[in-house]
């Protein structure tokens, strides 16, 4: 069964996941038609998931919760914001921290009292925290030691309540406990976060996050799964392991908070968090002590786990998929992941979207990779994707333009930046995502983004070609290729790149390597040989701001 039947058999009338065209902020769609009304209901919902051994979350601590637990938890701390701080629907409460159990409590805590959960980059300044704080104008602040300090060493004061999440939130949980959550009138379309962008260049910007675009994410995660459920019938082997996935990217991000936290409520499979830096050993250590089933994250994360030298020290038989998303996989990454766990029945599996559109409006499984490795897979049946020109024109196949999505994933605007929200989303409803790509048997490829297209003498060079020919290269670690002016081309191509341990790496050489397979102009004429990984943001895209010395690196892991 091809991926286009499959769809039509989930969401056609009758199906497990049938869709239907309802209108949404005057613009028709097509949504899952039975879902829940808005993420509380969801929340309520996860009491179904049962308690015993079925855990919500487990943390490389010790510390876990069950999905019963996680409800008296979002009750009693929500109980304790409306009765403490007046924390109320429609109010920002900002949750600033390290992956943590207090993250969780807090945010649906916040969701559960109408309220809109403020999700700020842990990796943050004092500067950008004040930044974030100052843009959302929360209620209170809820933030743990280490970012508390940050705020308390600058000359400047949050001017609100702030709850420490080590010293405050058990208290608060058990004086306001037993409570329940409140009977609220919560429509989709109201705002239950607000994410900010990676701002890889400039301020980021505060993504309103609506109840309806947390509900289109799961109902998206429903659909990759169901098409692979149809596609590939199990064999009626029962699992030898209960489904368990590694969550391992920040809370603040769609990959941590969407993809692992919602979906673990929405589908009662839990999850392994870990917390301070991410660390490979610590990863394959919980792999074997928890039999994780499905690892996922950014490419960086990925390949720090299979190139780790003690990799084949651990038993990792109980993983049974790989996916991620946050930055185009290569296709070298996929090769290396099904060498490296040759026994994954599900293989690599790829998503593509941004924070703009809940994380996820393309989904290409194993066999699509395999075909089509430099693909991000067909669109989701909720999702409209269309290559459209600067005027917002349809583009034909082959053409490559702006990728843009519509559907009820999008979002509908910054918070607090018409400007910004005018220029993203176009009329009709189209997001324009900040990518060049283009469309070809009904599958997206990409090819870079916008503000990376390097123009040389009026020839448009896409980076991300070149950098996935680098990748190729056996004694290449990492790679960026950006633009440098020129006087009469106006750009020329630079590669920045990162050799593997112990290998040395020569321009020359490198250039034929390039040469091989691509156009002479694309050949880098410029190359910058580092020994220091290439700087990243928190969802694992290398900041070519900071590799080209335009900015600075502000971002803090810990």
Not at 115 to 132: L, P, S
Not at 321 to 336: C, F
Not at 404 to 420: F, L
């Amino acid at each position: 069964m091809t991926v286009p039947e499959a769809d039509a058999f989930l969401t056609g009338e009758g199906g497990f996941l049938e869709t239907t065209t309802e209108t949404v902020n005057g613009i028709e769609m097509r949504v899952v038609k039975n879902r829940p009304a808005n993420l509380v209901e969801l929340l309520r919902a996860s009491a179904d998931h049962g308690d015993g051994a079925a855990r919500y979350y487990l943390f490389d601590d010790g510390r876990a919760a069950t999905f019963t637990e996680n409800i008296d938890h979002a009750a009693a701390l929500g109980a304790a914001l409306h009765e403490r701080f007046g924390v109320g629907p429609g109010d920002r409460v900002a949750i600033l921290g390290a992956n943590s159990p207090e993250w969780i409590q807090s945010f649906w805590a916040s969701v559960g009292q109408g309220a809109i959960a403020v999700a700020m980059n842990g990796w943050w300044t004092a500067d950008e925290i004040r930044y974030g704080l100052e843009l959302t104008t929360p209620k209170v602040l809820i933030t743990d030691r280490r970012r508390l300090e940050r705020i308390e060493q600058s000359d400047w004061d949050p001017d609100m309540p702030i709850v420490v999440m080590e010293d405050a939130l058990d208290g608060l949980i058990a004086e306001f406990t037993p409570a329940e959550l409140p009977e609220l009138t919560i429509n989709e379309d109201d705002p239950a976060a607000i994410l900010f962008t990676s701002g890889t260049t400039g301020r980021p910007k505060g993504a309103i996050t609506t109840h309806r675009n947390f509900l289109a994410y799961v109902s998206c995660a429903y659909i990759t799964g169901a098409r692979d459920g149809v596609r590939f019938p199990s064999t009626g082997e029962p699992p030898a392991h209960p489904p368990m996935r590694l969550a391992a990217s920040p809370l603040f991000h769609i990959s941590g908070l969407h993809s692992a936290a919602i979906m673990a409520v929405a589908s009662g499979m839990g999850a392994v968090w870990t917390t301070g830096r991410f660390d490979p050993e610590k990863v394959l250590r919980l792999t074997e002590e928890h039999r994780i089933t499905g690892w996922g994250g950014v490419t960086t994360q990925m390949w720090r786990i299979i190139e780790h030298p003690d990799f084949h020290e651990y038993d990792t038989s109980s993983v049974q998929s790989i996916g991620g998303g946050g930055s185009v996989w290569s296709p070298e990454l996929q090769r290396a992941c099904r060498a490296a766990l040759p026994h994954v029945t599900q293989a690599v599996a790829v998503g593509y979207g941004l924070t703009e559109c809940a994380g996820l409006a393309t989904h290409a499984s194993n066999d699509v990779l395999a075909a089509h490795p430099d693909s991000v897979g067909y669109p989701i049946p909720t999702a409209d994707v269309a290559i459209l020109d600067d005027e917002d024109h349809p583009l034909p196949d082959g053409e490559i333009g702006n990728v843009c999505v519509r559907g009820p994933m999008v979002i509908p605007g910054y918070w607090d930046n018409p400007e910004a929200t005018a220029e993203t989303i176009r009329p009709g409803g189209w997001l324009r995502t900040g990518d060049f790509g283009h469309m070809r048997d009904g599958l997206l490829f990409l090819a870079s983004r916008r503000k990376d297209l390097i123009i040389r003498g009026g020839e448009n060079i896409y980076p991300t070609e070149i950098e996935n020919r680098l990748d190729e290269h056996p004694d290449v670690h990492e790679v960026a290729v950006i633009g440098v002016d020129h006087r009469e081309l106006g750009q020329e191509v630079k590669a920045v790149v990162v050799p593997r341990p112990g290998a040395t790496l020569e321009p020359a050489a490198l250039g034929e390597w390039v040469a091989q397979t691509l156009a002479v102009y694309k050949v880098p004429a410029h190359w910058e040989i580092r020994t220091e990984p290439l700087p990243r943001n928190a969802s694992g895209k290398i900041l070519k701001a900071v590799v080209a010395g335009e900015s600075e690196n502000t971002f803090i892991e810990d």
